[in-house]
Protein backbone atom coordinates (compact mmCIF):
# COMPACT_ATOMS: atom_id res chain seq x y z
CA UNK A 1 0.00 0.00 0.00
CA UNK A 2 0.97 3.79 -0.87
CA UNK A 3 0.25 7.10 0.64
CA UNK A 4 2.33 10.27 -0.62
CA UNK A 5 4.04 10.42 2.84
CA UNK A 6 5.03 6.35 2.72
CA UNK A 7 4.66 3.07 1.63
CA UNK A 8 4.11 -0.43 3.28
CA UNK A 9 5.00 -3.56 2.12
CA UNK A 10 3.73 -7.14 3.20
CA UNK A 11 6.65 -9.18 3.13
CA UNK A 12 6.09 -13.29 1.29
CA UNK A 13 4.24 -15.26 4.30
CA UNK A 14 3.49 -13.10 6.82
CA UNK A 15 -0.36 -13.22 5.19
CA UNK A 16 -2.90 -10.36 5.25
CA UNK A 17 -4.64 -10.25 8.52
CA UNK A 18 -4.77 -8.67 11.82
CA UNK A 19 -1.74 -5.60 11.69
CA UNK A 20 1.07 -5.86 13.77
CA UNK A 21 0.74 -5.53 17.78
CA UNK A 22 3.71 -3.24 17.55
CA UNK A 23 5.74 -1.20 15.03
CA UNK A 24 9.95 -0.69 15.68
CA UNK A 25 10.70 2.51 14.63
CA UNK A 26 13.94 3.35 13.15
CA UNK A 27 14.88 -0.01 11.57
CA UNK A 28 18.38 0.72 10.69
CA UNK A 29 19.10 0.56 13.98
CA UNK A 30 20.29 -2.63 16.31
CA UNK A 31 18.29 -2.17 18.86
CA UNK A 32 15.19 -2.10 16.54
CA UNK A 33 16.27 -5.32 15.35
CA UNK A 34 16.66 -6.87 18.79
CA UNK A 35 13.34 -5.16 19.73
CA UNK A 36 11.93 -7.24 16.88
CA UNK A 37 13.39 -10.82 17.85
CA UNK A 38 12.59 -9.99 21.61
CA UNK A 39 8.80 -9.58 21.06
CA UNK A 40 8.51 -12.26 18.66
CA UNK A 41 9.75 -14.68 20.87
CA UNK A 42 7.01 -13.87 23.17
CA UNK A 43 4.30 -14.32 20.50
CA UNK A 44 4.01 -10.53 19.62
CA UNK A 45 3.52 -9.44 15.62
CA UNK A 46 6.07 -6.99 15.25
CA UNK A 47 5.86 -4.82 12.04
CA UNK A 48 9.17 -2.33 11.21
CA UNK A 49 9.35 1.53 10.04
CA UNK A 50 12.65 3.11 8.42
CA UNK A 51 13.41 6.30 6.80
CA UNK A 52 14.17 6.71 3.40
CA UNK A 53 17.73 6.99 3.27
CA UNK A 54 18.37 3.64 4.97
CA UNK A 55 15.33 1.80 3.60
CA UNK A 56 17.19 -0.29 0.93
CA UNK A 57 19.60 -1.63 4.36
CA UNK A 58 17.54 -1.60 7.51
CA UNK A 59 18.07 -4.96 9.22
CA UNK A 60 15.07 -5.04 10.91
CA UNK A 61 12.92 -4.95 7.59
CA UNK A 62 14.78 -7.73 6.49
CA UNK A 63 14.19 -10.38 9.63
CA UNK A 64 12.12 -13.28 9.14
CA UNK A 65 10.66 -11.91 11.62
CA UNK A 66 8.92 -8.55 9.97
CA UNK A 67 5.23 -8.74 9.85
CA UNK A 68 4.82 -4.93 7.66
CA UNK A 69 7.65 -2.80 6.02
CA UNK A 70 7.28 0.34 5.91
CA UNK A 71 8.99 3.30 4.87
CA UNK A 72 8.71 6.95 5.83
CA UNK A 73 10.16 10.23 5.38
CA UNK A 74 13.50 10.86 6.83
CA UNK A 75 13.67 12.81 10.24
CA UNK A 76 17.03 14.23 9.59
CA UNK A 77 15.79 16.72 6.75
CA UNK A 78 11.79 16.73 7.15
CA UNK A 79 10.81 15.85 10.64
CA UNK A 80 7.20 17.24 10.26
CA UNK A 81 6.78 14.76 7.39
CA UNK A 82 8.26 11.87 9.33
CA UNK A 83 6.06 12.74 12.89
CA UNK A 84 2.73 13.18 9.93
CA UNK A 85 3.89 9.96 7.85
CA UNK A 86 3.45 7.96 11.46
CA UNK A 87 -0.13 9.19 12.34
CA UNK A 88 -0.93 8.69 8.96
CA UNK A 89 0.45 5.27 8.86
CA UNK A 90 -1.15 4.33 12.65
CA UNK A 91 -4.93 5.09 11.03
CA UNK A 92 -4.45 2.68 8.66
CA UNK A 93 -2.34 -0.14 10.17
CA UNK A 94 -3.48 0.14 14.02
CA UNK A 95 -0.61 -0.48 16.27
CA UNK A 96 -0.76 -1.35 20.17
CA UNK A 97 2.32 0.37 20.80
CA UNK A 98 4.95 2.19 18.59
CA UNK A 99 9.17 2.29 19.84
CA UNK A 100 11.36 4.71 18.75
CA UNK A 101 14.74 4.02 19.35
CA UNK A 102 16.32 7.18 18.15
CA UNK A 103 16.92 10.64 19.73
CA UNK A 104 15.91 12.32 16.22
CA UNK A 105 12.44 10.08 15.98
CA UNK A 106 12.01 10.89 19.58
CA UNK A 107 12.71 14.61 18.56
CA UNK A 108 10.36 14.70 15.39
CA UNK A 109 7.63 12.74 17.15
CA UNK A 110 7.14 14.99 20.20
CA UNK A 111 5.68 17.65 17.82
CA UNK A 112 2.58 15.24 17.19
CA UNK A 113 2.33 14.13 20.80
CA UNK A 114 -0.99 14.04 21.65
CA UNK A 115 -2.19 12.78 17.94
CA UNK A 116 0.03 9.76 18.32
CA UNK A 117 -1.24 8.78 21.78
CA UNK A 118 -4.97 8.85 20.53
CA UNK A 119 -3.79 6.36 18.65
CA UNK A 120 -1.33 3.67 20.57
CA UNK A 121 1.07 4.02 23.18
CA UNK A 122 4.05 5.83 22.59
CA UNK A 123 6.65 4.43 25.52
CA UNK A 124 8.84 7.78 25.99
CA UNK A 125 8.69 9.61 29.09
CA UNK A 126 6.70 12.90 29.80
CA UNK A 127 7.65 16.43 28.43
CA UNK A 128 9.07 17.55 31.46
CA UNK A 129 11.15 14.61 31.75
CA UNK A 130 12.47 14.73 28.11
CA UNK A 131 13.81 18.19 28.47
CA UNK A 132 15.92 17.51 31.41
CA UNK A 133 17.11 14.11 29.76
CA UNK A 134 18.07 16.02 26.36
CA UNK A 135 19.58 18.92 28.03
CA UNK A 136 23.13 18.17 29.47
CA UNK A 137 23.09 21.62 31.42
CA UNK A 138 19.72 20.41 33.06
CA UNK A 139 20.98 17.03 33.87
CA UNK A 140 24.10 18.20 35.17
CA UNK A 141 22.68 20.69 37.01
CA UNK A 142 20.03 18.15 38.71
CA UNK A 143 22.83 15.72 39.26
CA UNK A 144 24.67 18.89 41.46
CA UNK A 145 21.29 19.29 43.28
CA UNK A 146 21.12 15.51 44.28
CA UNK A 147 25.15 15.33 45.51
CA UNK A 148 25.96 12.96 41.96
CA UNK A 149 29.25 13.77 41.01
CA UNK A 150 29.58 15.86 37.63
CA UNK A 151 32.68 16.73 35.20
CA UNK A 152 34.31 20.04 35.98
CA UNK A 153 32.58 21.68 33.21
CA UNK A 154 32.66 25.01 31.19
CA UNK A 155 29.40 26.67 28.84
CA UNK A 156 31.15 27.95 25.90
CA UNK A 157 29.40 30.38 22.94
CA UNK A 158 32.58 32.15 21.67
CA UNK A 159 36.27 30.95 20.29
CA UNK A 160 36.67 33.53 23.67
CA UNK A 161 35.41 31.34 25.69
CA UNK A 162 37.34 27.95 24.60
CA UNK A 163 40.62 29.66 25.39
CA UNK A 164 39.28 30.43 28.99
CA UNK A 165 38.21 26.77 29.12
CA UNK A 166 41.39 25.50 28.44
CA UNK A 167 42.86 27.40 30.43
CA UNK A 168 40.88 26.40 33.02
CA UNK A 169 40.16 22.49 32.30
CA UNK A 170 43.89 22.18 30.74
CA UNK A 171 44.24 19.58 27.87
CA UNK A 172 43.17 17.02 26.79
CA UNK A 173 39.80 17.99 27.33
CA UNK A 174 36.09 17.21 26.49
CA UNK A 175 34.10 19.15 23.82
CA UNK A 176 30.29 18.07 23.48
CA UNK A 177 26.81 19.75 22.18
CA UNK A 178 24.64 20.64 25.39
CA UNK A 179 22.05 18.12 22.95
CA UNK A 180 22.98 15.52 20.91
CA UNK A 181 20.34 15.91 18.89
CA UNK A 182 20.56 19.32 16.11
CA UNK A 183 19.11 21.19 13.00
CA UNK A 184 20.74 23.35 11.05
CA UNK A 185 20.02 24.32 7.72
CA UNK A 186 16.78 22.35 7.56
CA UNK A 187 18.95 19.08 8.45
CA UNK A 188 19.33 17.24 11.34
CA UNK A 189 22.25 15.64 12.87
CA UNK A 190 23.44 13.79 15.74
CA UNK A 191 26.74 14.70 17.20
CA UNK A 192 28.11 13.24 20.54
CA UNK A 193 31.74 14.11 22.72
CA UNK A 194 35.29 14.20 21.29
CA UNK A 195 38.43 14.68 22.91
CA UNK A 196 40.99 17.82 22.02
CA UNK A 197 44.32 17.58 22.83
CA UNK A 198 44.71 21.22 22.15
CA UNK A 199 43.60 25.10 22.12
CA UNK A 200 42.81 24.93 17.95
CA UNK A 201 41.23 21.41 17.59
CA UNK A 202 38.65 22.76 20.01
CA UNK A 203 37.78 25.54 18.94
CA UNK A 204 36.93 23.68 15.21
CA UNK A 205 34.79 21.89 17.00
CA UNK A 206 32.71 24.23 18.66
CA UNK A 207 32.34 25.96 15.40
CA UNK A 208 31.31 22.54 14.21
CA UNK A 209 28.49 22.34 16.92
CA UNK A 210 27.60 26.00 15.92
CA UNK A 211 26.80 25.29 12.22
CA UNK A 212 25.02 22.13 13.37
CA UNK A 213 22.99 24.83 15.18
CA UNK A 214 23.95 23.28 18.94
CA UNK A 215 25.50 24.90 22.00
CA UNK A 216 28.56 23.81 23.29
CA UNK A 217 30.03 22.34 26.44
CA UNK A 218 33.36 21.73 27.61
CA UNK A 219 34.72 19.34 30.44
CA UNK A 220 38.06 17.66 31.73
CA UNK A 221 38.76 14.48 30.32
CA UNK A 222 38.52 11.40 32.90
CA UNK A 223 40.71 8.58 32.53
CA UNK A 224 38.31 5.67 33.66
CA UNK A 225 36.49 3.11 31.76
CA UNK A 226 32.63 4.04 30.85
CA UNK A 227 29.91 2.54 32.91
CA UNK A 228 26.28 2.60 31.98
CA UNK A 229 23.33 1.71 33.86
CA UNK A 230 20.22 0.80 31.90
CA UNK A 231 16.82 1.00 34.19
CA UNK A 232 12.99 0.73 33.20
CA UNK A 233 10.73 2.97 35.36
CA UNK A 234 6.82 3.45 35.53
CA UNK A 235 5.17 5.72 37.82
CA UNK A 236 8.35 6.23 40.20
CA UNK A 237 9.20 2.34 40.53
CA UNK A 238 11.99 0.81 38.82
CA UNK A 239 11.21 -2.38 37.46
CA UNK A 240 14.93 -3.80 35.75
CA UNK A 241 17.94 -2.25 36.24
CA UNK A 242 21.44 -3.63 34.08
CA UNK A 243 24.95 -2.56 34.12
CA UNK A 244 27.76 -2.62 31.80
CA UNK A 245 30.94 -1.83 30.58
CA UNK A 246 32.15 -0.69 27.60
CA UNK A 247 35.67 -2.32 26.78
CA UNK A 248 35.36 -0.17 22.97
CA UNK A 249 33.07 2.57 21.29
CA UNK A 250 32.52 4.26 17.80
CA UNK A 251 33.34 6.97 17.98
CA UNK A 252 36.55 6.38 20.66
CA UNK A 253 34.89 8.76 23.04
CA UNK A 254 31.15 8.83 24.15
CA UNK A 255 29.92 6.83 21.11
CA UNK A 256 28.27 3.71 20.43
CA UNK A 257 29.50 0.14 22.43
CA UNK A 258 31.25 -1.94 20.36
CA UNK A 259 32.47 -4.11 22.85
CA UNK A 260 30.89 -3.94 25.71
CA UNK A 261 30.17 -6.79 28.90
CA UNK A 262 27.54 -6.87 31.73
CA UNK A 263 28.67 -6.34 35.11
CA UNK A 264 27.73 -6.40 38.68
CA UNK A 265 25.53 -3.58 39.61
CA UNK A 266 27.09 -2.09 42.32
CA UNK A 267 26.08 0.92 45.35
CA UNK A 268 27.93 3.12 43.51
CA UNK A 269 25.95 3.08 39.66
CA UNK A 270 23.05 1.98 41.05
CA UNK A 271 22.32 5.11 43.98
CA UNK A 272 22.87 8.28 41.57
CA UNK A 273 20.89 6.59 38.81
CA UNK A 274 18.46 5.70 41.13
CA UNK A 275 18.18 9.05 42.80
CA UNK A 276 17.89 11.12 38.88
CA UNK A 277 16.18 8.53 37.16
CA UNK A 278 13.14 9.69 40.29
CA UNK A 279 14.14 13.29 40.42
CA UNK A 280 13.37 13.33 36.71
CA UNK A 281 10.81 11.29 36.57
CA UNK A 282 11.51 9.25 33.88
CA UNK A 283 9.41 6.85 33.21
CA UNK A 284 10.40 3.76 30.28
CA UNK A 285 13.83 2.77 29.67
CA UNK A 286 16.90 5.08 30.03
CA UNK A 287 20.87 4.74 30.24
CA UNK A 288 22.38 6.99 32.67
CA UNK A 289 26.26 6.80 31.31
CA UNK A 290 29.13 7.67 33.89
CA UNK A 291 32.83 7.94 33.31
CA UNK A 292 35.36 6.47 36.29
CA UNK A 293 37.90 9.48 37.44
CA UNK A 294 41.17 8.60 38.13
CA UNK A 295 40.45 7.24 41.78
CA UNK A 296 37.49 5.01 40.22
CA UNK A 297 34.29 7.17 41.18
CA UNK A 298 31.54 7.54 38.43
CA UNK A 299 31.24 10.48 37.29
CA UNK A 300 28.01 11.33 35.81
CA UNK A 301 27.95 12.11 31.74
CA UNK A 302 24.52 12.21 30.25
CA UNK A 303 20.95 10.50 29.99
CA UNK A 304 19.90 8.60 27.00
CA UNK A 305 16.05 8.68 27.36
CA UNK A 306 15.58 5.36 24.99
CA UNK A 307 16.50 2.01 24.70
CA UNK A 308 20.34 1.60 23.96
CA UNK A 309 21.74 0.43 20.74
CA UNK A 310 23.25 -2.58 23.10
CA UNK A 311 20.40 -3.62 24.40
CA UNK A 312 20.46 -7.04 22.84
CA UNK A 313 23.22 -7.93 25.52
CA UNK A 314 20.70 -6.65 28.86
CA UNK A 315 18.26 -9.00 26.76
CA UNK A 316 20.88 -12.12 26.71
CA UNK A 317 21.83 -11.91 30.35
CA UNK A 318 17.81 -11.70 31.63
CA UNK A 319 16.85 -8.19 31.36
CA UNK A 320 14.08 -8.40 28.38
CA UNK A 321 13.62 -4.32 28.48
CA UNK A 322 11.39 -4.43 25.20
CA UNK A 323 9.04 -7.30 26.61
CA UNK A 324 8.77 -4.86 30.00
CA UNK A 325 7.91 -2.07 27.93
CA UNK A 326 4.92 -4.29 26.14
CA UNK A 327 3.72 -5.05 29.19
CA UNK A 328 3.37 -1.58 30.46
CA UNK A 329 2.18 -0.56 27.10
CA UNK A 330 -0.84 -2.77 26.93
CA UNK A 331 -1.65 -3.21 30.93
CA UNK A 332 -0.21 -6.09 31.65
CA UNK A 333 1.12 -6.87 34.96
CA UNK A 334 4.76 -5.84 35.44
CA UNK A 335 7.43 -7.94 37.32
CA UNK A 336 10.85 -7.23 39.12
CA UNK A 337 13.87 -8.32 38.01
CA UNK A 338 16.86 -8.05 40.59
CA UNK A 339 19.51 -10.49 38.52
CA UNK A 340 21.03 -10.90 35.54
CA UNK A 341 24.06 -13.01 34.19
CA UNK A 342 27.44 -10.94 34.89
CA UNK A 343 30.46 -11.51 32.39
CA UNK A 344 28.31 -12.00 28.98
CA UNK A 345 30.22 -9.50 25.92
CA UNK A 346 28.56 -8.52 23.20
CA UNK A 347 30.68 -7.19 20.15
CA UNK A 348 28.91 -4.95 17.64
CA UNK A 349 31.45 -6.38 14.22
CA UNK A 350 30.55 -3.55 11.62
CA UNK A 351 31.23 -0.38 14.68
CA UNK A 352 34.68 -1.93 15.78
CA UNK A 353 35.69 -2.60 12.59
CA UNK A 354 34.72 1.51 12.35
CA UNK A 355 36.37 2.18 15.80
CA UNK A 356 39.91 0.56 13.78
CA UNK A 357 39.72 3.19 10.91
CA UNK A 358 39.03 5.74 13.64
CA UNK A 359 42.35 4.97 15.36
CA UNK A 360 44.62 4.45 11.86
CA UNK A 361 42.99 8.28 10.48
CA UNK A 362 42.63 10.36 13.54
CA UNK A 363 45.67 8.73 16.08
CA UNK A 364 46.66 10.73 19.10
CA UNK A 365 44.00 11.20 21.25
CA UNK A 366 44.16 10.07 24.67
CA UNK A 367 40.86 7.75 24.48
CA UNK A 368 42.64 5.60 21.62
CA UNK A 369 45.63 3.36 21.63
CA UNK A 370 47.96 2.89 19.07
CA UNK A 371 46.83 1.61 15.66
CA UNK A 372 49.22 -1.44 16.10
CA UNK A 373 47.81 -2.20 19.59
CA UNK A 374 44.17 -1.41 18.89
CA UNK A 375 44.70 -3.85 15.47
CA UNK A 376 46.03 -6.56 18.11
CA UNK A 377 43.38 -5.87 20.45
CA UNK A 378 40.42 -6.60 17.87
CA UNK A 379 42.30 -9.60 16.69
CA UNK A 380 42.98 -11.37 20.00
CA UNK A 381 39.04 -10.57 21.34
CA UNK A 382 38.05 -13.47 18.63
CA UNK A 383 39.73 -15.68 20.33
CA UNK A 384 41.01 -14.99 24.05
CA UNK A 385 37.36 -14.17 24.91
CA UNK A 386 34.72 -14.50 22.43
CA UNK A 387 32.05 -12.70 22.53
CA UNK A 388 28.25 -12.95 21.09
CA UNK A 389 27.77 -10.87 17.39
CA UNK A 390 25.56 -7.99 17.82
CA UNK A 391 22.64 -8.94 14.95
CA UNK A 392 23.81 -11.97 14.00
CA UNK A 393 20.99 -15.10 15.10
CA UNK A 394 21.65 -18.01 13.29
CA UNK A 395 17.86 -18.64 12.10
CA UNK A 396 17.45 -15.13 10.95
CA UNK A 397 21.20 -14.20 9.11
CA UNK A 398 19.59 -11.66 6.59
CA UNK A 399 19.77 -8.71 8.65
CA UNK A 400 23.71 -9.02 9.74
CA UNK A 401 24.29 -9.84 6.11
CA UNK A 402 22.24 -7.10 4.92
CA UNK A 403 24.25 -4.34 7.23
CA UNK A 404 27.94 -5.98 7.15
CA UNK A 405 27.18 -5.48 3.00
CA UNK A 406 25.95 -1.59 4.02
CA UNK A 407 28.63 -0.84 6.77
CA UNK A 408 31.89 -2.46 5.71
CA UNK A 409 31.75 -4.29 2.08
CA UNK A 410 30.14 -1.22 -0.35
CA UNK A 411 32.00 1.07 1.35
CA UNK A 412 35.54 -1.03 0.78
CA UNK A 413 34.67 -1.53 -2.82
CA UNK A 414 33.84 1.65 -3.61
CA UNK A 415 37.00 2.57 -2.13
CA UNK A 416 38.87 0.25 -4.66
CA UNK A 417 36.71 1.36 -7.29
CA UNK A 418 37.93 4.96 -6.45
CA UNK A 419 41.25 4.21 -6.52
CA UNK A 420 41.30 2.28 -9.71
CA UNK A 421 39.52 5.14 -11.35
CA UNK A 422 41.82 7.55 -9.72
CA UNK A 423 44.98 5.30 -11.67
CA UNK A 424 42.97 4.99 -14.77
CA UNK A 425 42.82 8.96 -14.86
CA UNK A 426 46.71 9.22 -14.21
CA UNK A 427 47.25 6.72 -17.07
CA UNK A 428 45.09 8.48 -19.44
CA UNK A 429 46.78 11.51 -18.36
CA UNK A 430 50.40 10.33 -18.81
CA UNK A 431 50.00 8.89 -22.31
CA UNK A 432 48.00 12.01 -23.36
CA UNK A 433 51.03 13.90 -22.10
CA UNK A 434 53.32 11.21 -23.94
CA UNK A 435 51.50 11.78 -27.49
CA UNK A 436 51.28 15.40 -26.95
Given amino acids: MTNKTWSVSIPDGAGTGAPPEVLVLDAQHRQSLATMRSLTRSGITVGG ?62 SRRRDLERRTF ?59 WGQAAGLGTRLGAFSVPNLDEAQRLVRRFSSAGLQTVMQEWLPGRRDAVTVFCTAGKIWARFAQTSHREFPPLGGNSVLCESIPLGRDLQEPTDALIGAASLDGCSMVEFRRNRSGRPVLMEINARMPGSVALAISAGVDFPKLIYSWAVGKPLWEITEYRVGRRQRWLSGDVWYLKDVLNDPGHPDTPSFGAALGTFLADFVRRPSALDGFDAGDMMPALVEMRHGLIEPAFGKVRSALGMARSDSEKANGSKQN
Fill in 122 to 180: LPIASEAALDIAVDKARTLALAEQLGIAVPKSVFVTTEGDVRAAVNELGCPAVVKPLRS
Fill in 49 to 110: VACRAAADWAPALRSRWCRLRAIVPDFQDDPDGYADAIVNLLDAYPARVILPAHDGSIQALR
